[in-house]
């Protein structure tokens, strides 16, 4: 047992050595910043997939993409940027990019790229045109901003805005004029610059507008270009147009009755004739003096025309009792200071009730009345791409004073309809719902121990199926 060690005389377990500091704490980790990085780059993926990134300006699209997710100035357009995760610049680069963006030519490179993609989709056949105001909050006019007709009946300074979309609503072209411009004046400087701009003359396609288009120069104008034409007519034109009808069958009409004839080129020129029960087939190479006219009834748009009629009809008479303040008002006469309601005049109107009318250059062998019906009604694609600028975009009002800075501003709004408008085609979503589900998926820049990292949001599946539909994959 001698020889055997004693382990109560050993140490089994060495004592650790104890620092003579002790160690530094950690501090906790740090969220740096949040942005919605994922909005911006899906935004900017379908700006590059249209082509538009050939005009080479990263400022500009910057200001598109701002454009589309929060309309705002370009002193604001900075944090909008800032919160979507872009490298922001100041003030100062964003007003100098903006004032160069009209002589650069940038709207005439995506114009070019808006054409490229509705030629690819098939929809140039048949492009539409409607106008719209842009008012300012200005106190005084200049050569451009100018005081005009409003539709909303406002006395600012305004300007007037064209705008030619394809069947679908996507934009081909924008321009701009005085805003004390006529309506009518506007529709053939954008349709020509249209066809010269993409060499287009000799092209057969069919140009739509609504009856605020309608002029004789007009439309002798795009006839003369070799364009096909669908208009609006007026209701004033409809007793001349129809006296052969009225007269053989009064003003009877059945639902969905359409009546095919003619109307003068001029208003001082007789095309139609009572002597004749039927009605006389437009021919272009005979009919030199006429355009040929078609005109619809439908009782739904007739009880909505009665509607209409009987609260004018009783403002007027309550005008003439002296029950309402006299002001002008139709079915009004007014001689010296007596007042008396137009009966002929209300008799007239009542009897048009339910009837729209439309103009063209289109023979009868080339396209039905129905099919002319239905090319025109196809306008309400324009009509949804300005509430689009309006609203979305929100295009008006505007606070640039300098023609260049206005021309940009529209370049912006031409350029973020267009995209907003690929987004829409191809997700089945409106533009705002689109900003609304992908803005909150926000990427988050944490920093820990000195280390700084940026970690991506988790993608629900909705959101993932927008990503997937527009042809953008984030990368995780």
Avoid at 52 to 72: K, N, S, Y
Avoid at 235 to 247: I, M, V, Y
Avoid at 264 to 290: I, M, Q, Y
Avoid at 382 to 407: C, G, H, Q, T, Y
Wanted: hydrophobic share 40%; proline share 4%.
């Amino acid at each position: 047992m001698a020889d055997v060690a004693d382990f109560r005389k050993q140490a089994l377990i060495a004592e650790q050595s104890r620092p003579s500091a002790p160690a530094p704490v950690v501090a906790p980790g740090r969220t740096l910043g949040a942005s919605s990085r994922l909005l911006y780059d899906t935004l900017g993926h379908v700006y590059d997939w249209l082509g538009f990134d050939t005009v080479g300006d990263a400022v500009f699209r910057d200001l598109v993409i701002a454009r589309i997710v929060e309309p705002t100035s370009k002193l604001d357009a900075s944090r909008v940027l800032s919160d979507l995760g872009a490298q922001v610049v100041s003030y100062k680069t964003i007003d100098r990019h903006v004032r160069k963006i009209h002589a650069n030519g940038h709207r005439d490179a995506i114009a070019k790229k808006c054409f490229a993609y509705a030629t690819d989709c098939g929809g140039l056949s048949l492009i539409l045109y409607d106008v719209m105001t842009l008012y300012f909050e200005a106190e005084s006019e200049d050569s451009l901003r100018r005081i005009g007709y409003s539709k909303e009946r406002r006395v600012d300074p305004q300007i007037v805005v064209g705008l030619l979309v394809d069947r679908s609503g996507f934009p081909l072209e924008i321009g701009c004029f005085e805003g004390n411009t006529a309506e009518t004046t506007t529709i053939v400087p954008i349709v020509t610059s249209f066809l010269a701009r993409h060499n287009l003359e000799g092209t057969p396609m069919v140009v739509a507008a609504d009856a605020g288009m309608l002029s004789a120069s007009n439309l002798a104008a795009l006839d003369e270009v070799g364009l096909s034409f669908i208009v609006g007519s007026r209701g004033t034109k409809a007793p001349g147009d129809l006296e052969s009808h009225f007269h053989w069958n009064g003003d009877v009409f059945t639902d969905g009755q359409i009546i095919d004839t003619v109307t003068p080129r001029h208003g001082n020129t007789k095309v139609n004739t009572t002597k004749l029960r039927a009605e006389p087939v437009w021919n272009p190479d005979s009919d030199t003096a006429a355009w040929r006219a078609i005109w619809s009834y439908s009782a739904k748009r007739a009880r909505r025309d009665q509607k209409t009629l009987a609260a004018q009809e009783a403002r007027a008479r309550a005008i003439v009792s002296g029950e309402k303040k006299a002001k002008t008002a139709r079915f009004v006469k007014t001689r010296g200071d007596d007042r008396a309601v137009d009966e002929a005049s209300l008799a007239r109107a009542q009897s048009l009730v339910g009837l729209k009318g439309y103009v063209t250059n289109v023979p009868v062998t080339v396209m039905p009345a129905a099919e002319v019906i239905a090319k025109y009604h196809d306008l309400w694609h324009v009509e949804k791409s300005f509430r689009m600028s309006k609203s979305d975009l929100d295009a008006r009002p505007m606070f640039n004073r300098m023609r260049d800075a206005i021309e940009a501003h529209l370049t912006i709004v031409f350029t973020a309809l267009a995209v907003s408008h690929a987004i829409q085609s191809r997700t089945g979503l409106s533009i705002a719902k689109v900003v609304k589900q992908l803005r909150p998926l926000r990427s988050a820049t944490i920093t820990i121990n000195g280390a700084t990292q940026t970690f991506p949001p988790e993608i629900p599946d909705t959101e993932h199926k927008i990503l997937t539909d527009l042809g953008y994959n984030p990368g995780y």
